[in-house]
Structures are given as C-alpha cells and as structure tokens.
C-alpha cells in the first residue's frame, strides 16, 4: 500500500495506512445521519472495530442532507465537542460524505482530526486483509476510483485559487488526475489477465466434471464455517500446484469481512464430484464503483452451478431481511445459477422462532434449509438438498456439416461434454454427448449458426 499511516490528510484512503493491522489504538466517534426514523449505529460500529479501531462514542442525526456539511451545523458543533470530550483521532460518518463535506466537516474539528466514510473505511478493513497479489490490486483499484473525484475536486480548488496547498497537499493539477486515470487503466490490464486464468481454471475443473457451489451472503452470516462443515479433508500437496485457492484454509471470526480472498474445497457429497468456494462478504450500500472493483471475486459466485445464499437466522427479521434484500440485488442480473437460502445459526433459535421466522420470509427466501454450521445440525439435509438442486445432464445429438468452423465446434463440446458417439459419414459428423443444459445450449445455438446443419 502506498501512504504512510497516521497521515493528516483527510483525501483519500491512500493517505492512510492501509498497510498493516496495527491500529489498535485509534479512538473513532461514529456518526450517521438519515432522511426519516431512527439512524442505526450498530454496523458502522462493527465496521469500525474490524477496522482496529477502538469505538469511542457515536452521534446519531434525523434530517435531510445538508448541501455543505451532511449535518446540521449545530450537529457538527456536537461533533466537535464529542471529539475533544472522548479524546477522539478520527470521525467515522456512515454517509455517502462528498469530497466538499468532508473537507468542511474536518475545518469544523480539532486539528488532525480525520474524517473517514462508510467506504473508505470498508477500503481500510480490505487493504489491512488484503494478502494476495488480486485482492491487492483489487484495493487499489477501489482506492483510485475513490480518489479520482476528489482529485479533480481539488484541482478545481486549486484553480479558483482559494485554497493553496488544498488539504495540505501542495499543488494540483489535471496531470494529477492523469496520473490516477492510467494507473487505474494499469491495474484493470492486470486483474483482467488474472480473472482470465481463473475461468480458464474453472472451465479445467468444470471439465473435470465438478459442479461449483459457491457461498455468498451477508459478511459474518457463517460462510466460511459452513465452508468447513461441508468440506471433505483434502490432501493439500497433491492439489498445491494445480489448483493453488485448495491450498487456504477458510477462516471465520466474529468478525465482518474476515474472508477477502476466495478458497475452494472439496465437498463431502454422494454422488456429484462438488467444488465449493467461499468468498467475500456483501454488504449494503457501497457504490458500483466498489463492487466493481471486486467483480472479479464475485465471478466465482456468479460463474457457480448452484448458490448456497447464507444468513445469519439468529438475527432478527427486518435485519435478515434487509440483509437478504442487499444479497439479491448484488446476485442479480449478474447470476444464473439456481440459490439455495441457507438460514445458517438456528442453534440459537427455538422451534418455534425458526418457524415464525420462515413464514415471515417466505417470499424473499422460499424453502430454506436450516442449518447450524457450528454444530452440523441440518448439514445433512443441505448435502441432499445441493445434489437435488444441481442441474441435471442432458443428453443431445448433433449432426454438422464437416467444415473448420464445425471442427472447432467439435473440439469445443469435447472440452464441455462428455462424448459417447463420435461418427462421419456421407460429409456429416454425428455427435452423440452429455452434458449441463448450459452446454447442450450452447452448443445447439453454436450449430445453428453453422451453414447448412440439422440437428435431431
Ligand atoms: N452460534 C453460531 N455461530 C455461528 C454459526 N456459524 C458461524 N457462526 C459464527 O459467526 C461468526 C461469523 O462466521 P464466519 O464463518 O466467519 O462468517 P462469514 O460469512 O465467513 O463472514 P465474513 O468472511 O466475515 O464475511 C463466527 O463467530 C462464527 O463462529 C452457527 O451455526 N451458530
Ligand atoms: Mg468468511
């Protein structure tokens, strides 16, 4: 990570240290404002404390946007005296704070104050767990897009020349936004070259014949451990080189976003040969910006043949549902496969709730399986369920033309399916195979775009 830590700035995250985990000692007053009802504290502050800091006081507002501060200024007078009474460092505000508020807010507080956002810090807790070359870049990419307004914002201070050395940076320019735009251009290069080998080994597994499972959910709904309830032992050396995600275990804390990277396992099943990956957390409200600098790592749920959508059952209604609501939008339009609703921790829960529970949430969550991933209730029934889900094989028959555009088809459902009958005669290759509907239809709609073809 760039920047160094404990940095004055109040710009970006790159002024930041993202570097590291020791920020135990950083004191954050979190504050929220909303249009209407009761501002909620509780994720922020839990983002806050993954962060590494310590939560020192917090400060809710209902009112509707002030153009120049996010607060009401008499709220921000309030702020700045929470600050000096709890002996704060920095300001966590769980708005969408514009680069002109946040610089406003921090003339408001005591020197070297920083304000951070919701994003900024959800960057923090990233670029902290950030331990592979992909989720690096990853942040990166995140870090730069976030910057890129604020840097133009800046220069067009600078020009109006009311503020030299705006935000104790020295001068600005376009060649500074320049700058970001290539670097960001750099880093799109190399995680799409990344992304690149990843379907390439999916597609290598796929052809293997395993289905791929992927767990996605609200961060801390109990992927990870459900991970490892479902995961067969698995001799790491034999699969270290091939497939280097086996290697990792998949860890779970009390924690958000204690999984960053994605890890693939083996699955524990009867009959279909599953590949499992778990992966990073969703949460509400972050800009497109954000996601799509994770797309990549959202690929292995939204490439899945089947998605186990976990959540955290022990946890109220109007939060499992809101929760839920975050899951299926960032799932749609990206994802195809069948979602299976896994309501994970009903070890805490009484018959009764999980009942009232599923009836409540009938129509965002049909049919869910209940499970405890600590104690392995219902994993059974889940097992059962995933084999039951997964698409079936088809079996299709194919007559081509035999031309190269046909050849290159032939070798395509080679590498897709498995072929049982492979015969030419009177110029006419007939392909007898089996595979995933996705396949059988592509393969079909390959063919029909081929010239003179029939198909039986
Ligand atoms: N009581 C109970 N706790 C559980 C269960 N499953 C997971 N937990 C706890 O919930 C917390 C989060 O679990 P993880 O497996 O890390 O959750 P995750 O979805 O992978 O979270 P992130 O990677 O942070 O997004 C941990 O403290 C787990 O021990 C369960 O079935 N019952
Ligand atoms: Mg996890």
Redesign the pocket.
């Known amino acids: 990570m760039r920047g160094d830590a404990g940095g004055t700035g109040r710009t970006g995250p790159t002024d930041r240290g993202a570097d590291g985990g020791a920020t135990g000692d950083r004191r954050a007053i979190v504050a929220k404002r909303v249009d209407a009802g009761d501002a909620d504290l509780t994720e922020i502050t839990r983002l806050a404390e993954a962060a590494g800091y310590e939560v020192v006081g917090g400060l809710t507002q209902t009112r509707t946007e002030d153009a120049a501060f996010m607060f009401g200024e008499g709220k921000v007078a309030e702020l700045r005296d929470l600050v000096r009474e709890r002996e704060a460092d920095c300001v966590v505000i769980d708005n969408d704070v514009g680069p002109y508020q946040t610089f406003n807010v921090g003339g408001k507080l005591p020197e070297g104050v920083e304000v951070i956002d919701r994003f900024t810090l959800i960057l923090e807790i990233f670029g902290q767990r950030a331990n592979t070359r992909k989720a690096q870049l990853q942040v990166e990419l995140a870090e730069l897009r976030y910057e890129l307004p604020r840097a133009e914002a800046k220069a067009s201070l600078a020009k109006r020349d009311e503020r030299p050395g705006f935000m104790g940076l020295g001068e600005y320019d376009e060649s500074v936004e320049r700058d970001i735009k290539r670097q960001i251009s750099e880093i799109r290069d190399e995680l799409e070259s990344i992304a690149e080998k990843e379907q390439a080994r999916r597609e290598q597994r796929r052809d293997s014949g395993f289905d791929l499972v992927a767990l996605a959910g609200y961060?801390n709904a109990g992927?990870?451990t459900l991970m490892r309830q479902l995961a067969a032992e698995l001799d790491v050396d034999e699969n270290e080189d091939r497939h280097p995600d086996l290697a990792t275990t998949?860890?779970?804390e009390d924690m958000l976003f204690?999984?960053l990277g994605t890890t693939t396992r083996r699955a524990e099943m009867d009959k279909r040969d599953v590949l499992l990956t778990?992966t990073v957390?969703f949460i509400a409200d972050l800009p497109h910006w954000l996601v799509e600098s994770f797309e990549s790592t959202l690929d292995s749920v939204y490439r899945a043949d089947l998605v186990l959508l976990v959540v955290d059952a022990s946890e109220p209604v109007p939060e499992m549902r809101e929760k839920l609501v975050t899951s299926h939008d960032t799932l749609y339009e990206r994802n195809e496969a069948p979602i299976v609703t896994v309501f994970n921790k009903v070890d805490r829960l009484d018959p009764g709730e999980l009942a009232d529970k599923r009836a409540a949430l009938s129509g965002l969550a049909p049919d869910p399986v209940a499970v405890s991933a600590r104690t392995g209730a219902g994993i059974a029934e889940l097992r059962d369920r995933v084999e039951a889900e997964l698409p079936e094989w088809e079996r299709e028959r194919l007559m081509l033309p035999v031309s190269d555009d046909a050849m290159s088809l032939v070798s395509w459902i080679h590498d897709h399916a498995h072929v049982d009958e492979e015969t030419y005669a009177d110029e006419q290759v007939t392909l007898a195979f089996e595979a995933k509907p996705s396949v059988v239809s592509r393969a079909r709609s390959k063919a029909a775009e081929l010239a003179p073809a029939s198909s039986t």
């Open positions: 961060t992927k990870s998949a860890e779970s204690t999984t778990d957390g």
